[in-house]
Structure formats: C-alpha cells, structure tokens
C-alpha cells in the first residue's frame, strides 16, 4: 500500500494576496527539478500573471457537469488518480462541489489523494476555516458559505503563509488584478476596507501562530523534552474553586499585561476520584472572569492535584505559576503536605508565585481535615502516616500530664486521634490505631505502668469500652467516607456532563469540546472518529475532531475507547482510567455523539441556504438575460411598424403576415417582461408597497384595460366592498392576467364571473367560467401566484363550482376592516 501523500497549504488572508499565483510557482519549481506535477483544477479569474505562470503544467481535463440547467467543471478526481502524478495542485480547498459529484466537499477530492499517495499543494483563505467563521462574520459583515473543518487544515503537512499589507492588496484591487473594473468599487468599499484586511490579515498570522506552537509542542514530545522552552511567557494560575480564585486572577493578568505578547491560563485540577470543597457556581464566575481578560479556562483531573498542576503546565509549556496562600489549617497540612511548598520544590525551572488572600488569614490554626475521599491504597499510607506522628506526640504529652489526669481522660483523647485517623483513612486504619492506642494506654497509664498487665477492674472495664467504641467509630467512619465517595462520584459524574452540555449550549466547536474532555480526564491525545460507510477490510476511520499530541486515527491505535453508534467512537491514548472514570468517559462520549449530529444538521442547514443563494443568483442572470431580450424585441417591434406602414401598397398576404409578426413581438415583449418580473421577484429585489387599497378602484382600472373584453365579464360585489392590504400597481396587474386568462380559455357558451366575499378576515374574490383548460401553470399565472403570495394572499384554481372551473384569490384586510369597532378606541 502506497504511503499517504504530504499536503501543503499556502493560506491567505483575503483573495488576491497571490495564493494561487504562489501555488503554480511551487509547482514550476518542483518541475524544473524533475517531479511529476500536474494541475488538477486552477481557477486564475481572468488574472493573467497567474495563467502565465501555469503554463507548461499538465493539465487534467475537468468534469464537467450540469445542475438546473447550467453548465460547471469540477476536478475529474477519478483521471487524477489514473493519471498518478507526484504532486497535484488543487486550488480553492474549501470550495463546495456541484450537487452530484463524486464528494460533496473538494477538500473530501484531496483526502482521496493523498490516500492515493499523491503529494497535494493547495489554497486556502482564512475566512473559510469553520472556527473563524462567526469571527470574520462579524468583521466583514459576511457569513461564509463554504467552509473547511480546522481539523482537516491542521493534519496538513505545511502551511505557508502568502501575506500582503492591506494597502498592497487595495491597490492590486484598483489595478483590476483582482476583480474586474464593475466589481472594484464596491469591494473597495466593503469587503476590502483597510480594517477588514487588517483584521484578517492578523487572524491569518495568530491561526498560524498556533499552528507553529503545536508543531514545537509535537517537537517536545517526540524527542522527550520535559524542560519549558520560553518562547513566549505563560502565566498559569492554578483556582482551586475558593473565593480567593478572583484575587489571584487578577494578579496573574497584572503580570500578563506587563509582559507583551504573553499568555494567561488558568487551571483548576480535580482530584482523581472526588470533587469535594468545589462550588461549580464559584468556577463559573472565575472562568468567566478569566475569559474576560483575554486567558483561558482549563480543567483537568489527576488522583495528585500537585501533579496535574505541574503535568499541565509542563504540556502547555508554562513559564509561571501563580498560586494562593494555603487555606489548610496547621494539621492539615502537616498531615497532607501544603501545595504551593510542593509545588515549588517540583516545579523546576517554572517560577512560582504564592500569592497572600483573605480567604489564608484564618487558616494558621489547627484544623480537622476533610474526610477521605476515598479508600485503599492511597488513603492508608497517609491515615497511617498521621497515626504515626499523632500517637507518639499525645503519648508524650500524655505522659507529662500523668497524675493530673485519670485513665479515662486519656482514652478519650486517644479516641480523637482514632477519628482522626479514621477521617483520613476510614475503617481499616482507624481499626489498627483503636488496637494500637488500646496497647498504647494500657502500657503507660495503667497500674502497674511500663507493662501490659492490668490490676484493676474499672481499668480493664475502661480500656474494653474505648476499644469498643473505637471499632464503632471506625465503622461509622468508614461508612461516611464510602458514602461521601459515592456522592462525590456522582457530583463529578454530574459536573463533567454538565460542563460539557455548558460549552455545547455557548455554540463551542467539537475540536473545543474534545478538548475540554482531554482536559477533565488529563488524557495526552484524544480522537472522535468516524467509520466510512459500506464494507472495508479493514474499515476506514476519518478523525473528526482530535486534541492532544499525535491523537489516535484509529480505535487500535488508542489506550481506551468508547463507542458511540455504529459508525462513531472517542478512542484517547495516556493514562488508564478507573471504572467509574470510565463510566463518566463514556457519559461524555454520548454527548459528543449528540453535538456532531447537531453540527450536521447545522452544516445541512448552510448548504440549503448555499443553494437558496446560489438559486437568487441565477434569477437575477435571468433577469439581465430577459432585459436585453426585450431590448432586442423592442427593437424588432419598432422596426416591424415601420415596415408595416410603408406596406400599403403590398399584397394583403405580405400585410397579414407583418401585422401577425408585430403581435408575436408584442407577445414575446410582454413574456419577456413577465420573466424579468418573475424573476426580480424570486431575488428579493421586486419592491412592493403594501397599504389598505380600494378593491373597487382597481377593479375599474382592469376592466378599462382590458378594452372591449372587460365589458363581458360579470362582476358581482357586496354593496360594502372592504379594502385589502396589496400593493394597487401589483394587484391591478395581477387581476388583469386573471381576467385575461379567463377571457383567452372561456367557453363560447358562458362569460367569466367575478364574485368577491369576506370570510375569516380575508377577502375572497372568484373568477369562474373560465372553463375546463384553467391552466395553473402558465407564465403569466405563475408570475401573478407569486406576486399574490409575496403580499400575503393565494391564487390558485377552483374546480367543481357550477360555472366551471375557476380563480380563487385570497387578500388579507385591514386591522380596522376586521374589527370595525377598533377606529373609536
């Protein structure tokens, strides 16, 4: 199997930087130094520099194809992979291929390529990366159209930026090297305004930017660099879900603002199985200020908060941590070890900043600590760890009290160490301390002292009980800590899914939303992949969106994965998850089941209004085709009088034959002014004034117009004829079609009616005898239908009324026509 071919984009901030132009002169260069390159599409809209330099490429010749009865070429992919060059140049990465192609997407033409192993050059600009599209929308005032997934964007092997200054790219628009002469003006006015290319021209250089910064953190990964390299400063500020979280956010922007060009992050790390002491509300104000001041919100999970902290900001290649003051009392810390200490003695060469705060000031007493978060392993060793430092102490201490106090005294002080222990550690170390403490007491403060014999029988009664009450304590304990366990399970649970429908709910894009995943489970690479349609050996797997260094591409190349449907998975690679972290990954794995599904919906959404566009703007081509067919037609209809009067003289077949062409010409002037009109409308650019209007007025106007055949018709209208909302110009053009149809197919033996009625806040006017042949569908009906709906009524036929077939038209009436008691109010 050959191996997959390299991709280059040259990527620009706007049309007209020279993109294509630099593509083709990669192409010649690769030429000249003996690689095989052929053109599979270039688009040089008439720019001849950029045909000049094509020459002498192979070209494939183009599909060609045809949609609504239009002609287009498109990159015939199938002779490119038969052809099998070295290097194909592709142009216009984004673009949108014609209903019918072989992909719906070009960049779809270039991912079958570089599977062929054929190398791609190819061109992009900016506004047509899906992640930029709502930011340029907003800047120029256009939504783009045709758009590029980042992730296809970001696989590419090299990305070149082609950069001109905004007044360079102005001045090739005033020389026509961009546009021809009638588009300049207004380009120059709008699209091209000096800050418009400004800004994308900086959105060019930052996307890049941070293209370059993943390659340098892929550097640093592959050849095992731990170290931070400063290429730029990044300030991270670790939140642990306190109040003081504003206090050192602030401080760290202080320190990003005196440092041009750097960065603000900021972290809150999770422990590994709970999420206790957090108030969800409490983080939602501090990302929201974070995000406020131009950083960035992370979360992420780790069994050792120091360790996520330092791991994170390792990844991220952080220069400075900013942290607060320990809110841990005296005990606690002793206990747990402080982390800003630990944080400084593993950080390395990352500055650390500890921070003083309110929230410090009262924890330099002595404390409780929190109950375990859970059981095993990791919480003996510290409950075991405190046993070992407590009991010696309150011995000693116990000791120089002797004399002053009696043997119970001292067995409920020993019983405070054992739920302290059993706090930290739950039932298995409190059951060790109880026994331990017990021996403890009867060592040193029962007669005779210094042995384990016991004399007196209050002393063997006390030390049975505190034993007793030690195990049950214990117990008591261990269940709380299983307890508090499983809620704060189940809260993490719940907060990671809500944390993730937050962002799907703020539009965030599913690279953002896999991202914030690998975050919350401090995974290094995670994927969301999708299996092609119909039976592979093996399947094919596109990524559909991936975060972290080399994400897996297939499900066989990742730690863990989690299947979503049939053809979806998320499959991450790093550290092994436990099972309820597992359970909570593949919670979140639905969700990102759901936010692609929706981001189809939306993507089917554009396309259909892709086509809507697309389908304006060939009404309006066919209006300017109509306009200079009647040009034409009045032309001949102006000649043809001419001839007709000077014919007097000829023979009357020759005069029957003018007058007849002159009629045909009238005909064919007044359709192509029904197409025009036709097709402005369908475009949006048919005026209409709609107010009340005199139905009786206009209706005086048609039969006028209509001459000698309007005096046929009979009309029949209620003696209180109430106005309608229409446009008078419109709706007397419309009736005079709908007569006319009527007096052109009505039978010999019966003359159009026209009845007119109010029902349902309407008025319904009715054309019947028009006869068996009322034709819905003719140009001139069809014309007065869409005029008749673009002010809010219908026109259709009516079959079955007793006259025969007829016109039903519907019209909406005033508000003070409806409720006639509305003018007095």
């Avoid at 020389?175 to 588009?183: C, L, N, T």
């Avoid at 301390?433 to 007669?447: D, E, H, K, N, P």
């Avoid at 089917?604 to 703007?617: L, M, V």
Wanted: hydrophobic residues 45%; contains cysteine; proline residues 5%.
């Amino acid at each position: 199997m050959a191996a997959r071919g390299k991709l280059r984009i040259y990527l620009g901030a706007a049309p007209g930087v020279g993109k294509t132009y630099a593509m083709l002169e990669e192409g010649q260069r690769l030429r000249t130094q003996g690689a095989d390159v052929i053109i599979g599409f270039v688009e040089p809209h008439g720019r001849r520099p950029t045909a000049a330099m094509a020459e002498g490429i192979e070209t494939v010749p183009r599909r060609a194809m045809a949609h609504r009865g239009a002609d287009f070429t498109e990159m015939d992919v199938d002779a490119v992979l038969v052809r099998d060059p070295q290097v194909a140049l592709v142009d216009e990465l984004a673009h949108t291929n014609v209903p019918g192609s072989r992909n719906a997407k070009r960049w779809q033409d270039v991912e079958e390529l570089l599977d062929a192993g054929i190398d791609v050059v190819t061109t992009l600009n900016v506004q047509h990366l899906e992640s930029l599209n709502d930011v340029v929308a907003q800047i120029t005032g256009v939504r783009q159209r045709e758009r590029l997934p980042d992730e296809v964007a970001r696989r590419a092997d090299q990305i070149e930026l082609v950069d001109l200054p905004p007044e360079a790219v102005r001045r090739r628009m005033t020389h026509g090297a961009i546009y021809p002469p009638d588009r300049i003006e207004a380009a120059l006015t709008h699209y091209f305004r000096v800050g418009n290319l400004t800004a994308l021209r900086e959105l060019a250089l930052l996307w890049l930017a941070d293209r370059v910064e993943e390659g340098l953190q892929r550097y640093r990964t592959e050849h095992g660099i731990a170290a931070p390299w400063e290429t730029r400063e990044r300030i991270l500020v670790g939140l642990t879900g306190g109040r003081e979280g504003e206090t050192l956010i602030r401080r760290a922007a202080r320190i990003t603002a005196r440092t041009p060009g750097s960065e603000l992050l900021a972290l809150h790390v999770t422990p590994g199985d709970a999420l206790a002491g957090t108030d969800p509300a409490v983080l939602a104000e501090q990302r929201a200020l974070v995000e406020s001041l131009g950083g960035s919100y992370h979360q992420t999970t780790a069994a050792d908060v120091v360790q996520g902290l330092l791991d994170f900001a390792r990844a991220e290649n952080v220069t400075q941590i900013v942290l607060g003051a320990g809110r841990r009392g005296l005990l606690g810390s002793l206990l747990r070890g402080h982390v800003g200490r630990r944080t400084i003695r593993e950080s390395g060469p990352v500055d650390v900043h500890v921070v003083t705060h309110e929230e410090a000031a009262g924890a330099a007493g002595l404390a409780l600590p929190r109950p375990g978060r859970g059981t095993g392993r990791k919480r003996f060793l510290p409950a075991m760890a405190s046993a070992a430092v407590l009991l010696p102490a309150l011995t000693t201490v116990l000791t120089a009290l002797r004399g002053r106090l009696d043997l119970s005294s001292d067995l409920v002080l020993y019983l405070l160490v054992v739920v302290v222990v059993a706090l930290v550690g739950g039932l298995g170390p409190a059951l060790l301390v109880a026994i331990a403490a017990g021996l403890l007491a009867t060592y040193y403060f029962t007669v005779p002292v210094h042995t384990f014999d016991v004399e007196r029988g209050n002393d063997i009664i006390a030390l049975a009980v505190f034993v007793v009450v030690a195990v049950l304590v214990g117990t008591a304990a261990g269940t709380v800590t299983r307890r508090t366990y499983q809620a704060t399970r189940a809260t993490a649970e719940a907060a990671a899914l809500s944390r993730l429908a937050t962002a799907m709910m703020h539009g965030q894009d599913l690279p953002a939303l896999v991202e914030q995943l690998r975050e919350n489970f401090g995974l290094a690479a995670v994927s969301l992949l999708e299996r092609a349609p119909g039976p592979a050996a093996p399947p094919r797997w596109f990524v559909v969106a991936s975060a972290g260094e080399r994400p897996p591409e297939r499900p066989y190349d990742a730690d863990l994965e989690s299947p979503i449907d049939e053809y979806l998975t998320l499959a991450a690679r790093g550290r092994g998850l436990s099972a309820d972290d597992q359970d909570i990954f593949a919670a979140c794995a639905t969700q990102l089941g759901i936010a692609h599904a929706q981001g189809r919906v939306a993507l089917q959404a554009a396309e259909t209004g892709t086509r809507e566009a697309a389908e304006r703007s060939r009404a309006m081509a066919l209006a300017m085709a109509v306009r200079d067919l009647r040009a034409a037609l009045t032309v001949t209809s102006t000649v043809l009088i001419r001839l007709t009067d000077g014919t007097r003289d000829r023979p009357p077949r020759e005069r029957r034959l003018l007058a007849e062409a002159r009629e045909s010409a009238r005909r064919a002037e007044q359709l192509a002014g029904d197409l025009e009109d036709l097709g402005r409308l369908h475009a949006g650019a048919l005026e209409l004034h709609l107010r009340p209007v005199d139905v009786g007025e206009v209706l005086t106007t048609v039969l006028d117009d209509l001459g000698p055949g309007g005096r046929t018709i009979s009309v029949s209208l209620p003696e209180e004829l109430p106005d309608v909302i229409a446009d008078a110009a419109v709706l007397a053009r419309v009736l005079t079609s709908v007569a006319a149809e009527a007096l052109s197919r009505g039978g010999s033996d019966t003359s159009p009616a026209l009845t007119a009625e109010v029902s349902d806040d309407r008025l319904v006017m009715r054309m019947t005898g028009v006869g068996a042949e009322a034709d819905a569908g003719s140009l001139s009906v069809r014309l007065a239908r869409d005029l008749v709906e673009a002010m809010g009524g219908t026109l259709g036929v009516r079959a079955g009324h007793r006259r025969g077939t007829g016109w039903a038209l519907t019209l909406a009436l005033p508000v003070v026509a409806r409720h006639p008691g509305a003018a007095g109010r």
